[in-house]
């Protein structure tokens, strides 16, 4: 038997966790000083239900960094090389958040609500304290603070049938990554088309803890023909569509250039980002890659090597039982690395091999067929 | 049955969790993003343990802040309220770190290791984040860092006799909150005579990840004829020496004096310190009291009232086995209290009385006699 979370008042519960309880939950980490669950039938069982209907998750953990004030813009691209000067109001923006050496001290999604309103949607690290030590430090005109919200998910294919049903049509009309006040019970909540997986779905932003309960049962009532139930963000599918989690694939010793973040860097932006020049100079010494390892049965991953030499580390690992692989995701240095195209990975029955690719996974690439459930 | 924590690379494992899962722990807690074991056999029989004999506790979980540079002192005053000028090397402070608010941001113990090295050994939030924030801010002359540290803690009326067996009769003359450096295997590593409990004891900041295995073994080993066992910060054994835990019973959305930490505030130091302006200024609206209720059984406790008005909030509590009653800390609202001196809680089998005392809990005051293990 795993050995239990020992709850307390430390360890955040959250204004759903009553009905993720009831739910049946089996078991949790802690994510931002907060419960969040990680499985409820088992994390495959969880996994075949996200792709295939619809789920709603607590994810309380998600703890808001509101950022407000005349320098809110400021504060907030000194902490990202992200580009983030032509930012519309109703959008969210993935972003690095980097040290002065380059190192990702977290990856949240920034959210414009106002000009000078800001969210930071946050991963498992104090941002707060940061932006509120530099808000100091530079003595910018802005309050930095972790408001009463409490996100909840819905997602999977049929996500926007429940969303509709419980929001109305007009919440069919929210684009990917945009964000919009939606009225429930009368109160304004922000909606936003997102979510932490790929099977589509929205997060509610609940701002009213008494419409937590009501929210989430009314979700349910009305998702029953839906096969709603309850879930969470599953290591299968986050796997499977390449989504990095920070502490585990990523954090203050990687770049965003290591872990293929390329794309949310402008090195060529005339802004004020503290990392931008460390990362104009930077030469990557490790390489975040997936590994895909042609092996059915359950697989205790140790280290990786290539001519018998150390050559990184897995920083995240599941088995796909759409595609009956093992999928990982490996920290490799590149000076060790070569011009290796697999290594060779240790394991409770053996050295098997594994094929690098990059990230995300591209299944058509790799000739791996998805099967159906079984 | 509790859900399981679900363990993975961002959930850290230490050098000492294989002996921590092989001693069976049966629950764990995220501390620092790090593993943190909350009991073995069973809270109640890891308190007596505690009480009578000694325990070794990996507590990597405190993480190390390393603050290094000509502006270590001034990062650090900044920080704290406490007056640190005329701190000696060689010697241990609890600090409260607060925020320009007078808010807690976390309560430390910080070590002065040379003039210009400092370590916070920190409690459960991210005070690298808020220290390179501000450093960066006010462009300070430091490094700030988390070293690789893992603490190991030896606990109990036996403690000494234990480390003395492993580093010499030597240790035995180092006093309650000093530091110093001691060789295991040729390695100097910092020992102080601390630790997260009342029991007396020590603490092994071990900094070679390759020893830390033979030092936990050589501690069971020759500590078998003392009774020596695996062990963790004990919450029974907390509550009842009053020591509070950061997120737990303070935070944020307290101050020192809300706390009873007034000791460690310095209000007439002429030092610059971030919160010492607003703590000057600062009206108490809420103090964390004692709370004894006289029960034996089992309790779930709800919401705290006085004159059927909401007084506040529980934010730790333990049946003491020693004292035969409910031991609780309780964050009152002193507008809501007024000049009670005892509370009603309200639990699953009604509601009891609570008397209020001052923190820590005087037994002798209380008329409490200690009994027995039975």
């Known amino acids: 038997m795993n050995p239990e979370l020992s709850v307390s008042r430390r360890t955040r519960s959250t204004p ?9 939950v089996k078991g949790y980490t802690v994510y931002n000083h907060t419960l969040l669950a990680t499985k409820f039938r088992s994390v495959e069982e969880d996994y075949w239900h996200l792709c295939e209907h619809v789920q709603v998750w607590d994810v309380s953990a998600e703890k808001q960094v ?3 004030g005349p320098d809110a813009y400021r504060l907030i691209q000194l902490m990202t090389p992200r580009d983030l000067s032509k930012a519309r109001i109703g959008r969210c923006f993935y972003v690095p958040l980097c040290n002065p050496q380059g190192g990702i001290v977290n990856d949240p999604i920034a959210i414009k609500l106002t000009e000078n309103d800001w969210w930071l949607s946050i991963a498992d690290t104090d941002v707060m304290l940061w932006a509120q030590g530099l808000a100091i ?30 929001f109305g049509e007009s919440v069919r009309d929210i684009k990917f ?17 997102s979510g932490w997986s790929k099977q589509g779905g929205f997060e509610i932003y609940v701002n009213d803890e008494s419409l937590a ?19 969470c963000p599953n290591l299968i599918e986050r796997v499977e569509s390449g989504l990095l989690s920070l502490g585990n694939d990523m954090g203050y010793d990687t770049t965003p250039f290591e872990c293929g973040l390329n794309q949310y860097v402008n090195l060529d932006a005339d802004v004020d980002s503290l990392s931008l020049p460390a ?13 895909v390892i042609d092996q059915a049965c359950a697989l205790t991953t140790l280290n990786v090597t290539a ?18 692989v093992h999928l990982a995701f490996v920290l490799c240095s590149l000076p060790a690395l070569g011009a290796h195209l697999s290594i060779d990975v240790h394991t409770q029955i053996g050295m098997l091999k594994g094929q690098l690719t990059p990230l995300p996974f591209n299944f058509d690439a790799l000739n791996l067929i998805p099967k159906a459930r079984t």
């Not at 530079?138 to 419980?166: H, I």
């Not at 990554?177 to 088309?193: C, D, E, L, S, T």
């Not at 990362?279 to 590994?291: A, D, E, N, T, Y």
């Open 137 to 166: 430090g530079f003595n910018l005109d802005v309050s930095v603070s972790e408001p009463d919200v409490w996100p909840v998910a819905v997602q999977g294919p049929k996500a926007e049938d429940l969303m509709a049903r419980v």
């Open 279 to 291: 990362l104009r100079k930077h030469v990557p010494q490790q390489q975040l890659m997936g590994v």
């Open 307 to 324: 001519d018998g030499q150390d050559v990184g580390e897995i920083t995240s690992h599941a088995f796909s039982p759409k595609y009956g």
């Open 66 to 68: 509101a950022i407000s």
């Open 177 to 193: 990554f945009n964000i919009q006040p939606m009225y429930y019970k009368g109160v304004a909540m922000q909606v936003a088309r």
């Open 213 to 231: 309960l009501p929210l989430w049962d009314e979700l349910f009532a009305k998702g029953e023909d839906l096969n709603v139930g309850p879930g």
């Open 16 to 24: 759903f966790t009553s009905r993720v309880e009831a739910a049946g």
